[in-house]
Each structure stands twice: as structure tokens, then as C-alpha cells.
């Protein structure tokens, strides 16, 4: 393949252009990026998931009753655990012990926790991490106890590990003195050293996978996840901020209740951390799993559009304005930048046909937003501009998702080619879920299997798509991989989307971007993760023309310049017979100039991460090579088939 690669004329190429999407599926928040350790920490109940005591148990044959006391610790955690003796002979230590969310990794490191308790009692409280294999107790602290007769008292600890537990089977422990009879607890609270040391915040090494992808956006709260599901409790802003104390939590999409600690603030503090761009989605009015009779009709979506203008004075109004004082008595002064808002998610979809988001849904939010905020952009959620064509011009962007096969997105590389110009587009959710079919270039199809990870073959065929995108940055945005986490312990995103509304989680398999447990170290970043973290770290500041004497395929293309002679080409390889010889002619370049060629590869198509005996794998191999220019400045080198490669000079 001969290319020729000019020094200018391409499109600008948007700041955006890699970024990330989060949700709370597959326990990827509670118990997942959010740190908090202990689950159920509160007995958070809703309709949908009535308040329990799993998974906590007794210590010390401690007899523990869920009780709603005459005083809560608030109207928000209403329930609460009472631990007494079994008797009132019983003189002994007793408690409560959590296993956390599927375990609790200990390294020698701060663990910062806190309790609500409700008594008379007056000894002292004992708190532990120990391990569930052995008799070892990893760490131990004893304080007194502050409570007061009818009164909800919060008491606070650290637990020092002096060593790593070898595992993560351990349990926390919190004991007392059954002497004086029993104790209320609630919101019973450990957090590790969390990413940027925030109160509340993030586990570290998952921030830093996601970080290392050198994201510029992130998309969030959903995602199906804010729409609700046939509970019609769609994600509600004002219910996800202040002290957790304040927090209900809900009833989430994926089949678990959500405690809404990781809500508006910690998502903004999210970006912040990451220095990334906010996309934020509010719902629309449409609830999932239902037929057309619950899209909200004008009247009913009023006070919603109402509270969207509420948390948009949350997020960016004057500490003098209602919702900004509000903001700033939670200790923050300053507004976010925020910059994007979408409306709705897949307004698209399940809608039985109707056209209500064009009609009046989108319209509502664009004519109550606008005015307020006119350097906001609005983002519909249709995936085309059916909803955003007869608005004005902040309102040209939509958020477009496709989940699919390799040979589709490879056979969708002029996707973006042709598409307009005024109007833009966010890739807010892709990847490639499911196997080939024989001979037919075809969608998904949800009810056959999917992968069980991210393959290289579909990394590569997303390697293709994201050049389709890059190619066409003057129409495309930005692009985020969904779904980004998997809890290997409890995940449901490739079921069927009929038995997602269900509720059953039949169908193990899933591709997500990166999948952990609760050991810190067992991170895997899935080969999708691979590609991404090449080309989002190879960022140029506009495309460039190439002429070649083939056409796309087997190898896919696109060249940008940063600064003049500063190029990154990038390539990938899909169902080539023989490896590819390429001859790069850049514009400008002479002979002897230096380039670095960096190619990613996996043995075979097919091969995937996995996780073996706990030993994690991913397939993808990594090789740098330094060239020189030949005659003309041109570089040459080899690909082989499904190689995906970036050269800079
Ligand atoms: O990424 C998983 C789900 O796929 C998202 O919640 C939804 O937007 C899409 O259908």
C-alpha cells in the first residue's frame, strides 16, 4: 500500500474525541469504582428491594433484628440494625460482621470507617478486618462509645493493617459488650485510601485504568440506569447529594438497588480527578420495560424539566441563586464546567413507534434550558436529529450507540463519511459484543450468546470504527466504550434486554471494558482497553488528507499533524490474507527522519482476556519499533493481519 500524506487541509479534530461512559451496571458502582467496602451499609430499602440484613451476620450469637426505631437516623435510612444478646444473662462480646462486597482487600494501609449508634451503652466498641480462612485479624482498634440515651451518635476509627491479608476473603467485625444490652446501628462505613484522597471517593486503581486511556469526557449517570425500570424511579439528582445520612438510594436499572453514595458531587469530583469534560444525562420521560403508555405526556414531564433547571442551578448557578448557595454549603463554592447535557437516554428505543421525544420531550427541556444556559449544548438521545433539527444552534448534537459485530463495524467505515456537518455526533456507547455469522454483515442479535470478554478481532474491528470516527471529527465528537466496568462477582449487562426488565440474569457472558474483583490486584483490562489506550494517547490536532493506490481493506486508515512534520498515522488491519506492506510518504519529511512505529497484536483473533486460576491474561502484545525514512521521507514497514498500529514522527 502506497499513501502519501499531506501537511494540511483535513478537519480540525475535536478535543473530545476519547472519553469515557458510566453507569451503574454490573455492581461497577456499588461495590465497584465507588470504595466503600461495607455492603448494605445502611439497609437502604425501596419498593423494588425492601430493606435486609444480608449480608450481615451475628458475632458472638448476637441476635440481630432490622428495625425502623421511633428514631431513625433520618428520613432517608429509616432502618437500622438492633444487636442484642440472646438473653439478658448473655455476658459476652457481641456484634455484627460484613463480608463486604465479596470480599475486602487488606493492604497496610489507613482504613478510615465510621458508625451510627443508638443506645445506653457506655463501654467500648471494637472494630476488625479478619480473615474468613484463618484465625488471622489483620487489623483491630478499640473506642469508647459516645452514645446517648434516644439520640443517633456517629463514631469514627481507622484500622491500620500492619501486613496485606493474602486474600480477599475477609470480613469486616464490630463487636461490644452485650453487658448493657443491645445497640442500633446504621450506616456502618469503611473506606480504603481512595484515588486523589477524596472523602467519599474512588478506588484507585480502577481510576487509573481509566485514566490511562487519557479520556477527555465522561458520560454519566446512565445509560439505562437513569431511566429506572418498571418501578418508575428514574435517577433523581437532589436525592444523591449532601451527607450520606440524606441519601435513600433507589431502585437501579440492573437488577440492585443503588445507595446513590456515588452521586451528583462524587461524579463531578470524578471529572475533576480525571480533568475530563462532563457529559451529563437527565431522563426524559421515558421508563424502561414499559409500553408507550408510560412515556410522560407534556403535563406530567413539566416538573421534570422544572428539576432539571434545579440541578443545573446545583451545578453551575451563583452561590446567590437558591441551588448554588445549596452547592456551596456542601463545600463547594465554584461551579463545574459543565459544558454538556443529554437528555434522555435511547429515546430511540422501546417506544412502541412513538415520536414523542421529537415532538414535545426534547423540545420541553431544549425551550425551559436554552434561555438559561445558552453556551450549554444539548445532546438528544435518538442517535439521529429527528429531535434536534428545527432547534437552534446549541442544540445540534445526538448521541448515537451501536453495539455490534466485527464484520459490521468494519462493513460501517463510511458511516460518518457522508453525515452532516451542522449537526454533530457522540458515540456514547459502542463496542463489539457478539461472533460473526457466516456471510452476513448483520446487528446484534441479544438472544444468542455474546462474548464473554472483549476479543482482539472486535478490539480491531473498534479500531476501525474509532478511525471511521476520527477520519470524520468535524462530525463526530467523541466516542466512549460501554459498558466500562464488570464486577466479577454480580454482573447482567448481555442478557437479553426482555429479561434484563425481568430481572433474570441467565446469561453469564459479557464484554466490558475493564473487570475487577474485590482483590485490588486483579484488575483486567480487556483488549478493547488495549486499542484505546493507543489511540487516545496518539491525539493530533486535525486530520490530514492521505492519497493511496488501494482503497480501505484490509488495512484501515487515518493521518493527522499536530505541529508541522509532527504526523500520527494510525492503522488497522482486519481479514487480510497475507501481511500488509505499507509505504507512508509524509508530506514535508526527507530521508533519515525518524518515526516510532508501535503495533498492538494478539496470537489469534479470537484470543481474549481471561482470568485463570487467578492469574489474569490479556492476549495483546505490545511492540515499538524506531524506523528511519527512506528516500522521499517515506517509511516502510510490515503489518500482519489484525495488527492495529500508530507511527508518529
Ligand atoms: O451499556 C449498557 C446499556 O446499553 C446502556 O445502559 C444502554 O444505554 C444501552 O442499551
Not at 288 to 309: M, R
Not at 552 to 575: M, Q, R
Request: charged share 15%; net charge negative.
Amino acid at each position: 500500500i502506497n499513501l502519501t500524506v499531506a501537511s494540511n487541509g483535513g478537519n480540525v479534530s475535536s478535543p473530545l474525541m476519547y472519553g469515557l461512559m458510566f453507569e451503574d451496571i454490573n455492581h461497577s458502582g456499588d461495590g465497584g469504582i465507588y470504595a466503600e467496602l461495607i455492603q448494605n451499609r445502611a439497609f437502604q430499602g425501596s419498593l423494588e428491594y425492601p430493606s435486609t440484613l444480608t449480608p450481615w451476620e451475628p458475632v458472638g450469637g448476637a441476635v440481630l433484628t432490622l428495625q425502623n426505631t421511633s428514631v431513625p437516623l433520618s428520613s432517608a435510612l429509616p432502618a437500622s440494625v438492633n444487636v442484642a444478646p440472646r438473653s439478658s444473662a448473655q455476658r459476652s462480646t457481641i456484634g455484627i460482621s460484613n463480608p463486604g462486597w465479596w470480599g475486602i482487600d487488606i493492604k497496610p494501609q489507613t482504613y478510615t470507617g465510621s458508625f451510627w449508634a443508638l443506645g445506653t451503652y457506655k463501654g467500648q466498641f471494637t472494630i476488625k478486618l479478619q480473615s474468613n480462612l484463618t484465625s488471622d485479624i489483620f487489623a483491630t482498634v478499640t473506642i469508647p462509645s459516645s452514645c446517648q440515651a434516644g439520640k443517633w451518635v456517629e463514631h469514627k476509627f481507622e484500622l491500620e493493617p500492619k501486613s496485606a491479608a493474602p486474600n480477599s476473603n475477609n470480613t469486616f467485625v464490630l463487636e461490644f459488650d452485650s453487658t448493657s444490652g443491645s445497640v442500633n446501628f446504621n450506616l456502618i462505613s469503611l473506606f480504603p485510601p481512595t484515588y486523589n484522597n477524596r472523602a467519599n471517593g474512588n478506588r484507585p486503581e480502577l481510576m487509573a485504568a481509566l485514566k490511562a486511556l487519557n479520556p477527555s469526557f465522561l458520560r454519566i449517570p446512565g445509560g439505562n440506569n437513569i431511566e429506572g425500570d418498571v418501578y418508575h424511579y428514574p435517577w433523581r439528582w437532589n436525592e444523591t447529594i449532601g451527607p450520606l445520612t440524606q441519601r435513600p438510594g433507589r431502585p437501579g436499572t440492573w437488577g440492585y438497588g443503588n445507595t446513590d453514595g456515588l452521586g451528583l458531587v462524587e461524579y463531578l469530583n470524578w471529572c475533576t480527578d480525571l480533568d475530563v469534560t462532563p457529559v451529563l444525562a437527565v431522563w426524559s420521560g421515558m421508563y424502561l420495560g414499559n409500553d408507550i403508555g408510560h412515556i410522560l405526556s407534556a403535563e406530567a414531564l413539566a416538573p421534570w424539566v422544572e428539576d432539571t433547571l434545579n440541578e443545573l442551578e446545583f451545578i453551575l448557578g451563583p452561590t446567590t441563586s437558591t441551588y448554588g448557595a445549596l452547592r456551596a454549603s456542601l463545600g463547594y463554592p465554584n461551579p463545574w464546567p459543565l459544558k454538556y447535557l443529554e437528555i434522555g437516554n435511547e429515546d430511540d428505543l422501546y417506544t412502541n413507534g412513538s415520536t414523542t421525544y421529537a415532538e414535545y420531550r426534547f423540545k420541553m427541556f431544549y425551550d425551559a434550558i436554552s434561555p438559561v444556559y445558552p453556551e450549554l449544548t444539548l445532546v438528544s438521545s435518538t442517535g439521529d436529529y429527528t429531535a434536534v433539527g428545527g432547534s437552534g444552534a446549541n442544540a445540534t448534537y445526538t448521541d448515537y450507540h451501536v453495539y455490534t459485530r466485527p464484520d459490521t463495524f468494519v462493513s460501517m467505515f463510511g458511516t460518518f463519511d457522508h453525515v452532516s456537518r451542522v449537526h454533530k455526533t457522540l458515540i456514547g456507547e459502542y463496542a463489539c459484543v457478539q461472533g460473526n455469522l457466516k456471510n452476513e454483515i448483520t446487528g446484534v442479535n441479544w438472544d444468542l450468546p455474546k462474548f464473554d470478554w472483549p476479543v482482539w478481532v472486535g478490539a480491531v474491528s473498534e479500531a476501525i470504527w474509532s478511525i471511521n470516527a476520527e477520519r470524520n471529527s468535524d462530525a463526530v465528537i467523541g466516542m466512549s466504550y460501554a459498558p466500562g466496568f464488570q464486577n466479577l462477582n454480580s454482573y447482567e449487562w448481555t442478557v437479553s434486554l426482555l429479561s434484563i426488565f425481568k430481572y433474570s440474569h441467565a446469561n453469564p457472558t459479557q464484554p466490558d471494558l475493564v473487570s475487577f474483583t474485590a482483590d485490588t490486584s486483579q484488575t483486567v483490562l480487556s483488549t478493547s482497553h488495549s486499542v484505546i489506550e493507543l489511540f487516545s494517547n496518539a491525539r493530533y490536532n486535525a486530520t490530514v488528507p492521505v492519497t493511496s493506490d488501494t482503497s480501505y481493506g484490509p488495512a484501515y486508515w487515518v493521518a493527522g499533524v499536530s505541529e508541522p512534520g509532527a504526523y500520527t498515522f494510525k492503522t488497522a488491519i482486519y481479514n487480510a490474507t497475507e501481511s500488509v506492506p505499507f509505504n507512508v510518504q509524509f508530506t514535508g519529511l526527507k530521508q533519515g527522519d525518524k518515526g516510532t512505529l508501535t503495533v498492538l497484536n494478539a496470537p489469534d483473533g479470537l484470543s481474549a482476556v481471561a482470568l485463570e486460576e487467578g492469574v489474569v491474561q490479556n492476549p495483546v502484545t505490545k511492540k515499538v519499533t524506531q524506523l528511519v525514512a527512506g528516500s522521499g521521507g517515506a517509511f516502510s514497514f510490515e503489518l500482519e493481519n489484525y495488527s492495529v498500529a500508530v507511527l508518529t514522527t
